[in-house]
C-alpha cells in the first residue's frame, strides 16, 4: 500500500466543513478587523465557497471578530482574497 503524502485538515468557521489548506482562505482579526494571517496569534479558516457566500460569512466573520461592522469585514475580505491570489 502506498503511503499517502499527508495534508492538514482544517475546518471553515462559516459551513463547518473540512479542507485541505489549498481550499481555504487564511484569516485573523485584529482589535475587531480582519487580517489576512501574520503567522502571529489566533488564526481561522474560511472555504473559498463561502467566501463567495457573503450573507454567511458576514456572519460569521462577525461573530470570530466581534465586530458588527459586516460592510467593513466583508470590504476587508475581498481585498484579502484579492491580494492572495
Ligand atoms: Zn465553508
Known sequence: MARKFHKPIR???VCRGKFTQSELVRLQC?????I?????????????EC???EKK???SLARVCKSGELGKLMYKLREIIIDGR
Open 11 to 13: 475546518t471553515c468557521i
Open 51 to 53: 467566501t463567495n457566500d
Open 36 to 48: 489576512s494571517f501574520t503567522s502571529q496569534g489566533r488564526s481561522f479558516y474560511i472555504c473559498k
Open 30 to 34: 485584529q482589535e475587531r478587523q480582519l
Open 57 to 59: 460569512c458576514a456572519k
